[in-house]
């Protein structure tokens, strides 16, 4: 599974997940950080997510995850 989200501390995030304190993702456990980008404000941020989870972006991360 590869999980696209934002958040203001990746690293508290990251954590979260992995020790199951998120409900929608707790069953797919462990995570591990295949990519990070850092934008200068919320609405870059959005966009940036809304690309990551699209066909293209979703190939893409595939790809880095599968070292192509």
């Not at 954590?15 to 609405?43: A, M, Q, V």
Request: aromatic residues 10%.
């Amino acid at each position: 599974m590869i999980y696209v989200g934002l958040t203001q501390d990746l690293s508290n995030r990251i954590k979260r997940h992995n020790d199951g304190r998120e409900r929608t993702t707790k069953f797919y456990r462990p995570y591990e950080l295949i990519y990070s980008e850092k934008c200068s404000n919320r609405i870059e941020a959005r966009v940036r997510e809304k690309y990551w989870k699209s066909g293209i972006g979703k190939e893409k991360l595939r790809s880095i995850r599968n070292n192509d």
